[in-house]
Structure formats: structure tokens, C-alpha cells
């Protein structure tokens, strides 16, 4: 730990066992040789009890999660791993103020995946950890971040889309990227994230991306590969709405330039609403939107994408 962090320009300072209340250490984080006016605090595990090969878990009291869950600094929790000489953090004050929420007077283990993203070493420290307590996206390659968006892990594959969001939404390689792992992946290994950020690579007045955000040359070409979205794709959209709420400010209004993006919308909606194979309730909005195209196809012409359409 001590060398991870100092290594980084930070100061570790280290709290003596008698005052061990539910942090082993605190940091102070100095960035570029700027000390920021943050300081962070650490519960430290080591050894075999705390990991498996793919996991980690951190056990607390009832006492240790409010403590971490009410304290003013922001606390991570931290395993190492001595078999693989390698150590991965958790945001402790997030989980626990979560699991206190439903679980105020127990204790329990934090368990958190050995992660692409978590791990905490001098690399991922810098480029990681840093700009997520400042707030900030992932200072990682793009490469890399598409390796998370296309891991199975829920969490590591948002942080990786959200990531390339912010960071490299002007390059042709991050909406391949985007694009073929929403393609490829099943409903439940995406998260919204990932359909928000192709709604504003089409355009949304209310979410952004407008045509000048990002280049021409990669824009176009990224919105003609989402035009070939087919039932499948589109049936799959549907999957991740929580309700059929397609008005403002809903999860379905912001989604609207892909489920209205061509003249074949309403055929490609009728198909999924007629088709057994695909889910009652993916197939009931469906047949929702393509009567809501039947009732007012002046406002779906609004969303389309396609050629000679507003884009």
C-alpha cells in the first residue's frame, strides 16, 4: 500500500493499532505535486481467508458499516491477495451506506470481483483510482477500456462504456467498439449506458451529441452501422426499458432516435410484435410504439436518422 501510494506522489499515514477504529490508514492525495484538499481513508485486509481466485471479501460489523457508512472522509477498502502478490479496492463508503440502507443493525462481507478496473497497483492507481475520487473518467486506452466493455462483469463492462463516453467518443475505434458490443452482448451483460451513448451518436436535442461534438468522418460512418440495427438489436433495446414510458423525460424518450431511426422502424417493430419467439412484454412495446407511429407519424418523423432526415 504504503508504496503503491507514495510511489504516486501521495502520503500515507499510517494509524496506530489503539486508535484502529475502521481505518488502517489515510491518504493524502497530491496530484502533479499539488496536494488536493481531499483525503481519503483505508481499511486494509491480507491474506488467504479474504480472496478467492475471482473475488474478495471484506468482512464488517454492524459498528464498522455506519462507521464508514456516516464518516466525513471517503473510506475504500482494500485485499490483498499474498498468492498473487496483487491487491483490488471497493468503494467501502458507498457499499456500505447501500447495505446499511436495507440492513441497519448487521454486519456482513463485502464481496467485490477481482475486476479489470479495481486493481490497486502503481499503474492502475494513477490512472484509475486518482480521477475517480476527483470525479473524473479513467485515464486508460482506449484499447483497454474496450476490454472492459466487453467483460462479463456488469460493473467493469459501465465503467468501461461510460468511460469511452467521456474520453473517446471523437474516435471511429469507440464506436466500433460500442457498437459490436451491443451487438454482441445479451441484454443482461449491458447497462443503459451503452444505448445512451449511440442515441447521442445519432443525435438527441435533450442528451446531447449534436452533429458538431464529433467529427464527420466518424460519425457517419458509426450512424450507418447503427441504421442496420434489426429486430434483434431493437428487440433487445426494448428488453432494458423498465416500463413503457416513452414521454419526457423518460428512459424510452431518450432512447428514441434508435427505435425511430429509419422507414423500416415501424416494419422492424411490427416484426418483433408479431413474432412468438421474442418476450410478451418486448413484444407488447412494440405493438405500443408502432401504434403510437399509426396515431402520430408527424412526431416519429421527428426521430429518424436516416438519409434526407433530420440528423
Known amino acids: 500500500m504504503r508504496n503503491v501510494v507514495e510511489g504516486a506522489g501521495c502520503l500515507l499515514k499510517e494509524i496506530n493499532l489503539q486508535h484502529d477504529f475502521g481505518h488502517d490508514a489515510t491518504m493524502m492525495l497530491v496530484v502533479n ?35 464508514w457508512a456516516e464518516h466525513d472522509l471517503v473510506t475504500l ?16 463508503q458507498t457499499a456500505a451506506r447501500e447495505f446499511r440502507a436495507a440492513n441497519p443493525k448487521t454486519g456482513t462481507t463485502f464481496t467485490f470481483a477481482k475486476g479489470l478496473w479495481n486493481r490497486f497497483n502503481d499503474t492502475d492507481f494513477a490512472s484509475v483510482l486518482v480521477p475517480t475520487l476527483l470525479g473524473e473518467a479513467p485515464g486508460v486506452p482506449l484499447e483497454r477500456l474496450c476490454s472492459w466493455v466487453m467483460a462479463d462483469d456488469i460493473q467493469t463492462h459501465d465503467i468501461g462504456v461510460r468511460a469511452i463516453r467521456a474520453r473517446y467518443y471523437r474516435e471511429a475505434a469507440a464506436w466500433e ?4 458490443a451491443f451487438r454482441s452482448k445479451p441484454a443482461e451483460q449491458l447497462t443503459v449506458n451503452l444505448p445512451i451513448a449511440l442515441a447521442k451518436l445519432l443525435g ?6 449534436y452533429s458538431d ?18 429486430t ?12 413503457s414510458d416513452f414521454e419526457r423525460p ?37 405493438g405500443s410504439l408502432v401504434d403510437w407511429h399509426q396515431r402520430d407519424p408527424t412526431w416519429w418523423d ?6 434526407g432526415r433530420r440528423s
Not at 204 to 209: A, E, Q, S, T, V
Not at 232 to 243: G, N, Q, T, V, Y
Request: glycine share 6%; charged share 25%; net charge negative.
Open 302 to 307: 421527428f426521430w429518424r436518422r436516416d438519409a
Open 33 to 67: 505535486g499539488e496536494v488536493r484538499p481531499r483525503e481519503v481513508a483505508f481499511q486494509i485486509k491480507s491474506g488467504a481467508s479474504y480472496v478467492s481466485p475471482t473475488a474478495c471479501g471484506l468482512p464488517a460489523t454492524a459498528a464498522h458499516i455506519y462507521f
Open 213 to 230: 461534438e464529433i467529427p464527420k468522418d466518424v460519425r457517419a460512418p458509426a450512424i450507418a452501422k447503427v441504421l442496420t440495427f434489426g
Open 250 to 286: 423518460s428512459l424510452g424518450y431518450s432512447l428514441m432516435p434508435l427505435l425511430g431511426q429509419s422507414a423500416e422502424s415501424p416494419r422492424i417493430l411490427s416484426a418483433i410484435r408479431d413474432n412468438d419467439a421474442f418476450d410478451p412484454a418486448v413484444r407488447q412495446l412494440a
Open 204 to 209: 438527441h436535442d435533450d442528451i446531447g451529441y
Open 77 to 92: 477498502g482494500v485485499v490483498y491477495d499474498p498468492a498473487e502478490k496483487s491487491a483490488w479496492w471497493i468503494d467501502l
Open 177 to 180: 467498439c460500442l457498437i459490436e
Open 232 to 243: 434483434d438489436e431493437i428487440a433487445k433495446l426494448l428488453s432494458m426499458l423498465p416500463d
